[in-house]
C-alpha cells in the first residue's frame, strides 16, 4: 500500500513516515498544502494523511479539490485543532476520518488500517485467502497456521493482493502502489517479487493471467477471472 503525508511539521511527517513504513507500507511525503496537492492529484495513493494548518494552501482546500476532481483514496484528516467545526468542515469536505493532535501513533496506524479495509470492502483485520492469512493489525503472515518470513516488499506486495483478493491485478497498478516515488520502478521486479512470494507461500493462490496481470484467488473455490480494473 502506497501513502501520502502532507504535514508541514517536519520532525512529525517524520516520524509518520518511519512509522508507517516500519508498518510495511511506502509512503510519499509533501511538506505545504501546494505540493500535497499535486502529489495527491497526479500519484495513484492508497490513503492519505492530511494535516489542515499547512502553509500556500490549507488542507481543507486542497481535499476539496481531490473530491472535484474525482479523487476517492480514503483521506484522514490530521490537526491540532480540535473544535466541533473543524471537525465538521473536514468531514463536509471529503474526509474519511479525523485525528486532532497529540496522538498516539498507534492510533493513527490502527484508523488507517481500518480506512484501508473498508475502502477494499474488508470488515476484518485479518485478511484470508484459501489457507493464507495476513494479520494487518501484527504485520503477520500464516500459511496454515504457521507463520512466514516475508521482505517488506514480498510483504506489501501480498498485502496489495490481499486487498483485492478476487480482481486481476496489473503489473503497472503494482507498481504505482507499492512503491515511493524514489524507488527503481522496474515490472521486472514485480516478476521477481511474485516469484518469491509464490515459493515462500508454497500454494498456489497468486495466479498469472496472461497480458493483464495477477489474480488471488483460493484453488479450491474455481471462479472465472473478473475483468481488471479500468485505469485511470
Excluded at 484508523?111 to 494487518?136: F, I, K, M, W
Excluded at 506486495?157 to 522496474?186: K, T
Aim: hydrophobic share 40%; charged share 30%; net charge negative.
Amino acid at each position: 500500500m502506497r501513502l501520502l503525508v502532507v504535514e508541514d511539521d517536519r520532525d512529525l511527517n517524520r516520524q509518520l513516515a518511519t512509522a508507517l513504513e516500519q508498518a510495511g507500507y511506502a509512503v510519499d511525503r509533501a511538506y505545504d498544502g501546494e505540493e500535497g496537492h499535486f502529489l495527491g492529484d497526479t500519484e495513484p495513493y492508497d490513503a492519505v494523511i492530511l494535516d489542515i494548518g499547512l502553509p500556500l494552501r490549507d488542507g481543507v482546500s486542497v481535499l476539496e479539490e481531490w473530491r472535484k476532481a474525482g479523487r476517492r483514496m480514503p483521506v484522514l484528516i490530521l490537526t491540532a485543532r480540535d473544535r466541533w467545526s473543524d471537525k465538521v468542515k473536514g468531514f463536509d469536505a471529503g474526509a474519511d476520518d479525523y485525528v486532532a493532535k497529540p496522538f498516539h501513533m498507534e492510533e493513527i496506524l490502527a484508523r488507517l488500517r481500518a480506512l484501508l479495509r473498508r475502502a477494499a470492502g474488508h470488515a476484518s483485520a485479518d485478511l484470508v485467502c484459501g489457507p493464507v492469512r495476513l494479520d494487518t493489525r501484527a504485520g503477520r503472515v500464516m500459511v496454515d497456521g504457521a507463520p512466514i518470513k516475508l521482505t517488506s516488499h514480498e510483504y506489501r506486495l501480498l498485502a496489495y493482493l490481499m486487498h483485492h483478493v478476487g480482481r486481476i491485478v496489473s503489473r503497472a497498478e503494482i507498481v504505482e502502489h507499492l512503491y515511493d516515488q524514489d524507488f527503481d520502478r522496474d515490472s521486472n521486479t514485480v516478476e521477481v517479487f511474485v516469484g518469491r512470494l509464490r515459493k515462500k507461500l508454497g500454494v498456489e493462490i497468486i495466479q498469472t493471467v496472461r497480458g493483464l496481470g495477477y489474480l488471488l484467488a483460493d484453488p479450491a473455490k474455481e471462479t472465472p477471472p473478473p475483468a481488471p480494473r479500468a485505469g485511470r
